[in-house]
């Protein structure tokens, strides 16, 4: 069964540095998220993609946050300099459409990043 | 804004048994979906169960029923005979009608044990 994967599973990193996490969605799902859990806390929305274009995004997903779909399968989150904030968990999912029904619009999850920004 | 609220932090339930996983929203519109999420330990969050909001019937999926009650703002998840795999973070989720986007609003989570 297709799945989303998402590398690494766990990234370390020092404050102000920059990170690129990793995602391969679905084949032939048309609409990506991020998301992301701070430990503890609920599982914030960050941004979704569509069509090479951000469709919507939250107010967490400011200048330091860029998304992209380099090539026909991978689709990154860049955070340009990490802040200690930004340790979380951080969720991919893909879908085929955004909205539409059952099968449709179902969010396939990756397992997550796990991000430490010492 | 919308919010969902779990206000149910830890569950237990025996195996066999059955439990009810609470979820309540905040929105003031008329037509958006509600999703029940599973996260196993160290593994993907799944879908369990969804609803929309025009549907007046209860979803349900073999041992997993969801109580929507729309004026109260309420969608609790009963799992009946419950099993050792059921065991998992369960997440309630809100998306709306009107965002094409797919944005999805969480909960908190309520972890659930289950009890050989």
Known sequence: EPEVTQTPSHQVTQMGQEVILRCVPISNHLYFYWYRQILGQKVEFLVSFYNNEISEKSEIFDDQFS?????????????????????AMYFCASSLQGSGGPLLDEQFFGPGTRLTVL | AQTVTQ??????????????????????ESDYYLFWY????????????????????????????????????????????????????????????????GKLIFGQGTELSVKP
């Not at chain 1, 779909?69 to 930004?86: A, H, M, Q, V, W």
């Not at chain 2, 050792?84 to 009107?98: H, I, K, P, T, V």
């Open chain 1, 67 to 87: 998304v992209e779909r380099p090539d026909g399968s991978n689709f990154t989150l860049k955070i340009r300099s990490t802040k200690l904030e930004d340790s």
């Open chain 2, 7 to 28: 206000s149910q932090p830890e569950m237990s339930v025996q195996e066999a048994e059955t439990v009810t996983l609470s979820c309540t929203y905040d929105t003031s």
């Open chain 2, 38 to 101: 599973k996260q196993p330990p160290s593994r993907q969050m799944i879908l369990v169960i969804r609803q929309e909001a025009y549907k007046q019937q209860n979803a349900t999926e073999n041992r997993f029923s969801v109580n929507f009650q729309k004026a109260a703002k309420s969608f609790s998840l009963k799992i009946s005979d419950s099993q050792l795999g059921d065991a998992a973070m369960y997440f309630c989720a809100y998306r709306s009608e009107y965002n094409q986007g």
